[in-house]
């Protein structure tokens, strides 16, 4: 497998192409024209071009499946050259702007939500993506490149505004190395310029990991996979609790830098008859008193063979309601595609069958 260019930060192309000048160029040809391949880049003279491809594949994905949701979400089913699959997905979300004079405006705002590894080592018992176990970690460049393609693929300009989740397929903080890389050339003046505060990393909770990343003081935000307000369910639904714990995973937050105006998120997937009940919300109360925390609710989404439900709307609401009348900020995930297999993994396995 060759190594993409979407592989390196501007620097480190610099150290391995001459003259500098061209890395800029070839720059401008990944991350603003979206160039598919060599012959893409006019200005780059054609004997360098030859060199180059010799060394090096431009964008190392192709589009395999794509679904598009009613309400503007569009899932990618995404082959990179070893023949493995992987998703990533385009979500439209709106934003409500207020100009000086209190009027209101909404505008179309985007977020790009991609995978870090093929399959997963955590194993989560509600997870799809768990089920085919862990195959490899995906290469800074693979990573990168999901948020190119997306961007080409809707005709997204280089200089519009997107959000990055790392909430695909995989646990990003197993794959830390690739991701920080990445999180770097995403951030790049001179690439697609997106700083850490419009990236946010999904963990399931590898604590020491945490403070890894809060080491590396990358700006970016983190969402932290809860779950379950006691270790006994959250070590049926996450195993590797075992090893981290529920406590450990707020020390760990407690120490992890973030911008003061923003809030740690604590996700919440809502199993029916397993942690909706309000001794639950109670104890979630309880366990993030001290944080600037923010939760967002998810309804468990059912996939064929899963023995867990989707909760009542009725339990969501009576959850959410709790949880902001005891002083918690609280917003329920809208079910973005429901009608597409929204939940990670849910298209992969739609159209490989079994994984
Ligand atoms: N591994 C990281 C990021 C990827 S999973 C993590 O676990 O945080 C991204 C999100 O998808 C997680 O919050 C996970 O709980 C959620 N998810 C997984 N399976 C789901 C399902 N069947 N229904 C709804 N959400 C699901
Ligand atoms: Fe891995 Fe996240 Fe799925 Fe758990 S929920 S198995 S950590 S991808």
Redesign the pocket.
């Given at each position: 497998m060759k190594p993409s260019l979407m592989d390196f930060t501007q620097k480190e192309l610099m150290a391995q192409i001459k003259p500098s000048f061209r890395v800029k160029q070839i720059y401008g040809w990944l991350y603003h024209q979206y160039a598919e391949s060599f012959d893409d880049m006019k200005n780059i003279p054609k004997a360098l071009r030859e060199e180059l491809a010799k060394k090096y594949v431009v964008n190392p994905l192709k589009i395999v499946n794509k679904e598009e949701s009613s309400d503007g979400t569009i899932k990618y089913l995404l082959q990179m050259q070893d023949g493995k699959t992987m998703e990533a997905v385009w979500l439209k979300m709106k934003e409500t702007l207020t100009d000086e004079a209190g009027n209101t405006q909404q505008e179309a705002k985007y977020t790009i939500c991609v995978s870090t590894?093929v399959?997963?080592?955590?194993?989560?018992s509600?997870?799809?993506?768990?089920k085919g176990g862990f195959t490899r970690d995906l290469t800074a460049g693979e990573i990168v490149a999901q948020v190119v393609t997306l961007k080409r693929d809707n005709n997204h300009k280089h200089n519009r505004k997107i959000n990055i989740v790392y909430?695909?397929?995989?646990?990003p903080l197993?794959n830390l190395d690739n991701l920080a890389k990445a999180i770097e050339i995403f951030k790049e003046d001179d690439g697609l310029c997106i700083s850490g505060k419009r990236q946010t990393v999904?963990?399931?909770g590898l604590s020491t990991k945490i403070d890894k990343l809060g080491e590396m003081d990358l700006g970016v935000h983190i969402a932290i996979?809860l779950h379950a307000v006691d270790d006994k369910l959250r070590s049926e639904l996450?195993p590797m609790n075992k090893a981290h714990n529920i406590n450990s995973i707020i020390e760990a937050v407690k120490r992890f830098p973030i911008d003061t105006r923003k809030r740690v998120m604590f996700e919440y997937?809502v199993i029916k008859g397993k942690n909706d009940d309000l001794g639950s919300a109670r104890k979630l109360v309880k366990l993030l008193h001290g944080i600037k925390a923010k939760v967002n609710l998810i309804y468990f989404n059912p996939y064929p063979g899963t023995d867990y439900n989707r909760p009542s709307r009725d339990d969501m609401v009576a959850f959410q309601e709790y949880l902001i009348n005891h002083g918690l900020l609280c917003t329920i995930r809208d079910s973005k595609g429901i009608d597409i297999s929204a939940a990670?993994?849910q298209l992969k396995e739609k159209s490989e069958g079994e994984i």
């Amino acid at each position: 497998m060759k190594p993409s260019l979407m592989d390196f930060t501007q620097k480190e192309l610099m150290a391995q192409i001459k003259p500098s000048f061209r890395v800029k160029q070839i720059y401008g040809w990944l991350y603003h024209q979206y160039a598919e391949s060599f012959d893409d880049m006019k200005n780059i003279p054609k004997a360098l071009r030859e060199e180059l491809a010799k060394k090096y594949v431009v964008n190392p994905l192709k589009i395999v499946n794509k679904e598009e949701s009613s309400d503007g979400t569009i899932k990618y089913l995404l082959q990179m050259q070893d023949g493995k699959t992987m998703e990533a997905v385009w979500l439209k979300m709106k934003e409500t702007l207020t100009d000086e004079a209190g009027n209101t405006q909404q505008e179309a705002k985007y977020t790009i939500c991609v995978s870090t590894q093929v399959g997963c080592k955590v194993g989560c018992s509600f997870c799809l993506t768990a089920k085919g176990g862990f195959t490899r970690d995906l290469t800074a460049g693979e990573i990168v490149a999901q948020v190119v393609t997306l961007k080409r693929d809707n005709n997204h300009k280089h200089n519009r505004k997107i959000n990055i989740v790392y909430m695909g397929m995989g646990e990003p903080l197993d794959n830390l190395d690739n991701l920080a890389k990445a999180i770097e050339i995403f951030k790049e003046d001179d690439g697609l310029c997106i700083s850490g505060k419009r990236q946010t990393v999904s963990t399931s909770g590898l604590s020491t990991k945490i403070d890894k990343l809060g080491e590396m003081d990358l700006g970016v935000h983190i969402a932290i996979s809860l779950h379950a307000v006691d270790d006994k369910l959250r070590s049926e639904l996450i195993p590797m609790n075992k090893a981290h714990n529920i406590n450990s995973i707020i020390e760990a937050v407690k120490r992890f830098p973030i911008d003061t105006r923003k809030r740690v998120m604590f996700e919440y997937l809502v199993i029916k008859g397993k942690n909706d009940d309000l001794g639950s919300a109670r104890k979630l109360v309880k366990l993030l008193h001290g944080i600037k925390a923010k939760v967002n609710l998810i309804y468990f989404n059912p996939y064929p063979g899963t023995d867990y439900n989707r909760p009542s709307r009725d339990d969501m609401v009576a959850f959410q309601e709790y949880l902001i009348n005891h002083g918690l900020l609280c917003t329920i995930r809208d079910s973005k595609g429901i009608d597409i297999s929204a939940a990670c993994g849910q298209l992969k396995e739609k159209s490989e069958g079994e994984i």
